[in-house]
Each structure stands twice: as C-alpha cells, then as structure tokens.
C-alpha cells in the first residue's frame, strides 16, 4: 500500500489484508484485579506492564512486531494483544534478567500469590503457520498484524476476498453478500 491510498487519518479506504510468509506468534497476557482495595497488590504489575511494551518497541530486535492494548470485559481486566516473530524471542524477553519482565514475574510469585490472590495474571500464546490465518480490516488504519513492519499488505480482492478464500479454501467468490467488501 502507498501512502497515496490513505487518507488523511492513515485510513485505506478499500479491503484489504495482511500477508506474511513466515510463521509468527499471537500472544495474549493481561491481568485481572480481584480484590480492587488491594491496590498495593495490583497497582505495581498493572504500571510494569506498559513499561515493558514500550521497552520492547525501543528495541526493534526484541521479536516484537506490534502490541496493542485492551481492556474488559468490565473494568477488572486489563491486556495485550502481542504479535511476535518467534516464540524464541517471546522465551527470551519474559526470561532475560536484565529486562523489566523477568524481575517482575519473579516478585508477583514471591509476592504472596499462594496466599492472596487479590490480582490474577494469564497469557495465551499461539504459534501461527503462514498458510493457517487470515485477516481482514475495511476502511482502517493499518492494525493488529497489518500494522507489523514486517507484514504486506494487499488487496483484499480475488482469492483475498473472503475468510475462507484467504484460507485458502475457496477461490474468494464465495461471499454471501452482493457487495462483497466485506466478510
């Protein structure tokens, strides 16, 4: 995509999607406050957290190609959505000591956390094969795993133009909609 086809709010007015041809990493981690008066409990992890993404945007070798931030559902949960290059480069962040995370995972067990469980930590990684995704943004600033340096993006036409024909389980003309711009 060239900045010509954005507009003035970085939107690509069109369908489009993200291409990568190798293998990369989904990673979900957030936290959920139990016991909101413990703030002592969770107020540390929840200020880290930040910190350590913008640790790991400082550093374009880290492994990290995007993070992005969500909360909910209710006000109790907080996270990030990660895409990451390996699930090596993940290993190796959450485990080097001389980085803010494994310090802080090594204080929240040391902490208490048999005995309080006033703030609940989680993560999900999932490793992803480049023939076994597929996205999709219409009418967006490039996002999610769009917006990695790392990842083209492409028309979302053709083959692109559907889930499964992104999948590539159909041809891309099987959209149930007449304007098939979306889906």
């Known amino acids: 995509m060239t900045e010509r086809e954005r507009n003035t709010d970085g939107v690509i007015e069109r369908k489009i999607a993200a291409d990568?041809?190798?293998?990369?990493v989904v990673f979900?981690?957030?936290?959920?406050?139990?016991?909101?008066?413990?703030?002592?409990?969770?107020l540390p992890i929840f200020l880290i957290a930040p910190r350590m993404v913008r640790e790991l945007v400082s550093d374009p070798e880290s492994g990290l190609l995007g993070s992005r931030t969500v909360v909910?559902?209710?006000v109790r949960n907080f996270g990030f959505v990660q895409y990451w290059d390996s699930f090596e480069a993940l290993r190796d962040y959450a485990r080097d000591s001389g980085r803010l995370h494994f310090p802080a995972w090594q204080e929240y067990y040391?902490?208490?956390?048999?005995?309080?469980?006033a703030v609940g930590i989680?993560?999900?990684t999932y490793i992803?094969?480049?023939?076994?995704?597929?996205?999709v943004y219409n009418n967006m600033p490039p996002f999610g795993l769009a917006a990695s340096?790392?990842?083209?993006?492409?028309?979302?036409?053709e083959q692109h133009n559907t889930a499964a024909g992104r999948l590539g389980h159909t041809d891309?003309?099987?959209?149930?909609?007449?304007?098939?711009?979306?889906?």
Do not use: C, M, Q
């Open 20 to 24: 990568r041809d190798d293998e990369f």
């Open 28 to 42: 979900h981690i957030g936290l959920r406050i139990n016991a909101l008066w413990k703030i002592h409990r969770w």
């Open 72 to 74: 909910g559902p209710g």
């Open 110 to 117: 040391e902490d208490g956390t048999k005995d309080d469980a």
């Open 122 to 124: 989680w993560h999900e």
């Open 128 to 135: 992803v094969d480049p023939d076994e995704y597929e996205t």
């Open 149 to 157: 340096e790392t990842t083209d993006i492409i028309p979302a036409e």
């Open 172 to 183: 891309g003309s099987d959209s149930p909609l007449e304007d098939s711009n979306v889906g």
